[in-house]
T-cell receptor, first 113, second 116 residues
Framework: EAQVTQNPRYLITVTGKKLTVTCSQN?????MSWYRQDPGLGLRQIYY???????DKGDVPEGYKVSRKEKRNFPLILESPSPNQTSLYFC????????????FGEGSRLTVL | AQSVTQLGSHVSVSEGALVLLRCNYS??????LFWYVQYPNQGLQLLLK??????LVKGINGFEAEFKKSETSFHLTKPSAHMSDAAEYFC??????????????FGTGTRLQVTL
């Protein structure tokens, strides 16, 4: 089954404790992206990657890091989480070119105390 | 840069009534337009999309949308609402940018409530 898998789905952590949210897709997509969803703000792009070893900042990259060592994986790293990073995070992937339909994971709800 | 405006953060309709969710976009070049739906505790899934050609596009679950260039709109409609349509709906625009990755810009979402 074609899917984007995120882990963990739910996480509560404390300020400053490094964490990683993993994302994996099995559709051989070149393009992957991370979004955060906050009430009243919709989805905002954090980082994206057009292919292995190619990453770039989205609209709200501060406080986040990503890496793309393999085509299928695109982890999101919070080196020193802060309460304003409490949010619902989505990973998504698509083929490059074409209509660019995004396929989304089920989301990871992060709470930073 | 492109942007998307969804009028109405909450819309409530009765079961069987017409659903109309509004979306307006701004783009300096012909856009690709999308509607996504998010059911509770789930990710977003594609409802329908407009790329080129026919301006009235049909999607899943009986939804359709019409691209109106003169009005810069892409409103989502369904003739008869069902309880299972209760969800949050996002309009998105994608514009190809030379030299940078194309990406989707999302609206802020409209939560649809369906009442008996």
């Amino acid at each position: 089954e074609a899917q984007v898998t995120q882990n963990p789905r739910y996480l509560i952590t404390v300020t400053g404790k490094k964490l990683t949210v993993t994302c994996s897709q099995n559709m051989n997509h070149e393009y992957m992206s991370w979004y955060r969803q906050d009430p009243g703000l919709g989805l905002r792009q954090i980082y994206y990657s057009m292919n292995v070893e190619v990453t770039d900042k989205g609209d709200v990259p501060e406080g986040y890091k990503v890496s793309r060592k393999e085509k299928r994986n695109f982890p999101l790293i919070l080196e020193s989480p802060s309460p304003n990073q409490t949010s619902l995070y989505f990973c998504a992937s698509s083929l490059m070119g074409g209509t660019g339909e995004l396929f989304f994971g089920e989301g990871s709800r992060l709470t930073v105390l | 840069a492109q942007s998307v405006t969804q009028l109405g953060s909450h819309v409530s309709v009765s079961e069987g009534a017409l659903v109309l969710l509004r979306c307006n976009y701004s783009s300096s070049v012909p856009p690709y337009l999308f509607w996504y739906v998010q059911y509770p505790n789930q990710g977003l899934q594609l409802l329908l999309k407009y790329t080129t050609g026919a301006t009235l596009v049909k999607g899943i679950n009986g939804f359709e949308a019409e691209f109106k260039k003169s009005e810069t709109s892409f409103h989502l409609t369904k003739p008869s609402a069902h309880m299972s349509d209760a969800a949050e709906y996002f309009c998105a625009v994608r514009v190809e940018n030379t030299g940078t990755a194309s990406k989707l810009t999302f609206g802020t979402g409209t939560r649809l409530q369906v009442t008996l």
